[in-house]
């Protein structure tokens, strides 16, 4: 049997159905051990890593080198200080800008924008702005087009900030994230990273928020560092390396499993005969195919600048992982976008599909982004790592104080932060923290922070007994990595940052960190006013900090937990402490419209109170259209594919039974019997679950009181009698994938997706 794939993506074979239901399985188990590697379209023996890095960026050097010495001086301000671009200079921005693109071979350009879709938008407009007398071409781009566009608006989720006729937006230049090209089979595209607002002024996407986020951040970390003496700092941002998994599997196998290609997980699966328990993958060797796939995709993401570090096999069998150096907030959040969009390509090129659902397949771990977050100064110092000297270890306790005095205050907006349809799959199992927000410390940290609740002056240390008094002595040694990583926590200090292990992997980072930024500030300027009216007391600055960060850590120590967070006992213990608990999506959601969330994002300008309630009508359709599509689906695959295999085995055993007694007289087929009826059962079985899931249901009349209420009660039948029903049918059909005929089985199986490449 020979296969091939056409033109539109499909499988087509020579010979026509001549196997029955699992034809094109077999079919593409044939594809996937015909491949060969691919090679990458950069060779290092001719061109090193140096030389490719930042080729297809606007970057400064390029900058430099194009832009007259007062402009580019001008655009560093921006850049490193947060000033404002002379709009004067926009024209001669754009037009190095397009003299660079054109020169790289770009036609068109676009502004490149993040809709709140957890993906990116773009339309493209080509530089020809018209032919000149001599019937020759003139291209344009001007600063008016640099800095200003008008997409159509009026088909990006807005959560009801504006009616669907009001189709006017506007994206506007982010000039903090360097332009870029974009590559494709037959030229370039100039891209733009912008933001994207309606015609009213709301923000439409999620760089805007996070935009604001760093600035507020920026203001309220300055201000308290220069209370407490450290006045050479003029701007603090927020850093994040975001670690991205995500599986691998063969295109064939993606193109025979319509649940894939539509929900980007496998709805239906029996659990294969081996799965991660031989703990052989992770860090393993990695095939030949993959190690082609991930270097080809790397070299595209050198060209555009993103500094992708690590590479390695995760858990499951079929997943890996990529992370990169750390950078400012809102860079990292386009660039993990854009390593998301390349690693699709590039698979595609490689005969593969990169999956970024949380848990494409049950019974083996899910994916998750890790959020590494921290706070640098503009000298380039990381605001979380221990010092050597007084002031230093003043400043590393004090923010540490606010990230936790945030945390704690807010964890159930850093929860709904990262909620979504996918998550929920993952969240809480052995693999990902769970649904409790807490923080880990690690052992030595944890003492400090214990001592310095109980008042005491001294600790004991590696080296004996070691003064704890602000201003004066330094805390105990703490290296970067002073105890055990926890992995079950949620929020993890790992030595000079924060490890958010929660975000999943198919989701943008951009919110998650917008809701860290703001909500940090926050406790920043809570800081800074505790702090000023004490030293207006007349208490000197160490003392005053000292006092500050002893009463915040105790107010707010519950968040604090360094034990397993999968344990029954831990959910006890946080329960009693008060720390909220939500199970699901359905149940974090309506902590965006919470009043003090509200009032935290409206307080300090980041979203409005509109733009807060847009964001979670956004999130709760999401929810609903995500199930919808994955109900449609589960009712199309049983009823049109699983079904049928069965009865037609159903049907071979009863003949096979029927034949044999006409043959042999008096022969004991009980065993036989016995495996049909068994079968029989399994089929009615999954009769049943589709019967009930087909039915209309009672969707109840609860609601959140908030928002849209008919959407969350929609949201709350889908939760709790949709994924039960489509549960059930999938329980059914897995139990009959290990009865049925294996060659009848119309689905590759999950032994086949994971393990053969």
Known sequence: MTVKIDAQGGISTMRGRLFGHGSVRREALQTVQSRDPVRSTVDYTVTPVSEVFGSNV???????????????????????????????????????MKDWA?????????????????????KHDSFLSAAGADGGAILEFSGKLLIQGEPDASSFPSGGIRSTFEARGYTGWDPTSPAFLIESTNGKTLCIPTVFCSYSGHALDKKTPLLRSLEVLNKEAVR?????????????????GPEQEYFLIDEAFYLARPDIINCGRALFGARPPRGQEMEDHYWGSIKERVLAFMMDAEAELYKLGVPVKTRHNEVAPAQFEVAPVFEQSNVATDHNLLLMEVFRKTAQKHGLRCLFHEKP????????????????????????????????????????????????????????????????????????????????????LTEVVNALIAGQKEMKSAHGKVVLQFGVSTLPDLPRDDSDRNRTSPFAFTGNKFEFRAVGSSQSIAFPNT????????????????????????????AAA??????????????????DNYSQDWHEEAAKRGLPNYHNTVEALPEYI??????????????????????????????CKTINIEWLLTKSIARTMILPAALEYQSRLAATIVQTKNAVSGINLTIQ?????????????????????????????????????????????????????????????????????????????????????
């Open 546 to 563: 000292e006092k500050v960060v002893r009463e915040t850590l105790k107010e707010n120590q519950r968040i604090l937990f360094n034990g």
């Open 361 to 444: 397949f049950s019974g083996v771990n899910g994916s998750g982004k890790h959020n590494n977050w921290s706070m640098a100064d503009d000298e380039g110092n990381n605001l979380l790592e221990p010092g050597s000297t007084p002031l230093e270890n003043t400043q590393f306790l004090v923010l540490l104080t606010a990230v936790v005095r945030a945390v704690n205050k807010y964890s159930g907006l850093l929860r709904a932060a990262i909620a979504h349809a996918g998550n929920d799959h993952r969240l809480g199992a052995n693999e990902a923290p769970p649904a409790i927000m807490s923080i880990y410390l690690g052992d030595t």
């Open 102 to 122: 054109l020169a790289r071979g770009a036609t068109h350009f676009t502004h490149w924008f993040h809709p709140m879709t957890e993906q990116t938008a773009e």
């Open 673 to 757: 019997e016995n495996m049909l009826r068994d079968l029989t059962d399994k089929v009615s079985e999954l009769l049943i679950a589709l019967e009930r899931l087909e039915q209309p249901m009672n969707s109840g009349n609860g609601s959140s009181g908030h928002g849209d209420a008919e959407t969350y009660t929609m949201c709350k039948f889908y939760q709790d009698e949709v994924i039960p029903a489509m549960q059930a049918v999938r329980d059914a059909a897995d139990e009959l994938e290990t009865l049925v005929d294996d060659s009848l089985w119309p689905l590759p199986k999950f032994r086949e997706m994971l393990y053969i490449y």
């Open 224 to 240: 308290l560092l220069h209370i407490l003496g450290n006045r050479q700092v003029q701007r603090v941002i927020s850093t994040v």
């Open 58 to 96: 606007f970057n400064r050097n390029v900058m430099k080198k194009l832009l007259p010495k007062n402009v580019y001086k001008a655009v560093l301000r921006c850049l490193d200080h947060g000033e404002q671009l002379d709009p004067a200079m926009a024209d001669i921005v754009a037009n190095a």
């Open 594 to 623: 919470k009043e003090d969330v509200k009032e935290l994002f409206r307080n300090y300008n980041v979203l409005s109170e509109d733009e807060m309630i847009g964001r979670y009508n956004v999130r709760v359709a999401q929810f």
């Open 515 to 542: 809701a860290l930024n703001t909500m940090v500030a926050e406790s920043l300027d809570y800081m800074s006013n505790e702090l000023e009216k004490l030293t207006k007391g007349g208490m000197d600055i160490s």
